[in-house]
Nanobody, 116 residues
Framework: QVQLVESGGGSVQPGGSLRLSCTAS????????LSWYRQAPGKQRELVAR???????NYADSVKGRFTISRDNAENTVSLQMNSLNPADTAVYSC??????????WGPGTQVTVSS
């Protein structure tokens, strides 16, 4: 059974940092594109960052220069380093592993709250 589990969420003051991790029980993990999404209360879910199977990355404009996505295929893990956090970053963050239409998996999400 495929399972994605996020960790590392929590509460932080503005300007602080958090590192999210997502570990996946997926065969052929290295073949998957991996992404982090977030959804704030009352807003649509948005793509935060993505890393392809080849290691290419792209980011939402709102997080460029502050967030860094990385992957460790040996550990079946994708991480999101988040720096210079501000209240607008408050949301539930979810990881996604995607290879084909049928091979598309989500984690349950982890809460990130940025508040003074």
């Amino acid at each position: 059974q495929v399972q994605l589990v996020e960790s590392g969420g929590g509460s932080v003051q503005p300007g602080g940092s958090l590192r999210l991790s997502c570990t996946a029980s997926i065969r052929l993990f290295s073949a998957y594109d991996l992404s982090w999404y977030r959804q704030a209360p009352g807003k649509q879910r948005e793509l935060v960052a993505r890393i392809s199977s080849a290691g290419n990355t792209n980011y939402a404009d709102s997080v460029k220069g502050r967030f860094t996505i990385s992957r460790d295929n040996a550990e079946n893990t994708v991480s999101l380093q988040m720096n210079s956090l501000n209240p607008a970053d408050t949301a539930v963050y979810s990881c996604r592993a995607h290879w084909t239409t049928a091979l598309n998996y989500w984690g349950p999400g982890t809460q990130v709250t940025v508040s003074s």
